[in-house]
Nanobody, 128 residues
Framework: QVQLVESGGGLVQAGGSLRLSCALS????????MGWFRQSPGKERDFVAN?????????YADSVKGRFTISRVNAKNTVVYLQMNSLKPEDTAVYYC????????????????????WGQGTQVTVSS
């Protein structure tokens, strides 16, 4: 059973930075795409960024380009990081890590239906 464990959320002032982590419990051929989504109260879960575990190629939502960076470390297991800089109050949300199967391009996996496993979510609050 694949599990995702997230950490790194918290409260930060506008303009500040946070780094989220998502650890995949084990390496498996089932998983080649890992991504971050976020959900604010009353809104749908939106794509933030993703990365192909095998190649490291990435894609980003327009709202976070230039401010957020997704990366991964492949060792005994895979850990994906989301470095968030220049945070804005509108970035406030619960951030979820997802894992899914292989896709040809990271940009093909920007919907939550593209992911088969999810973490528990971590709250990010940006104060103005």
């Amino acid at each position: 059973q694949v599990q995702l464990v997230e950490s790194g959320g918290g409260l930060v002032q506008a303009g500040g930075s946070l780094r989220l982590s998502c650890a995949l419990s084990r390496r498996t051929f089932e998983i080649d795409t890992m991504g971050w989504f976020r959900q604010s109260p009353g809104k749908e879960r939106d794509f933030v960024a993703n990365i192909k575990v095998s190649t490291g190629s990435t894609s980003y939502a327009d709202s976070v380009k230039g401010r957020f960076t997704i990366s991964r470390v492949n060792a005994k297991n895979t850990v994906v990081y989301l470095q968030m800089n220049s945070l804005k109050p509108e970035d406030t949300a619960v951030y979820y890590c997802g894992a899914g199967p292989w896709v040809d391009s990271a940009s093909e996996a920007s919907a939550d239906r593209d992911y088969t496993h999810w973490g528990q979510g971590t709250q990010v609050t940006v104060s103005s």
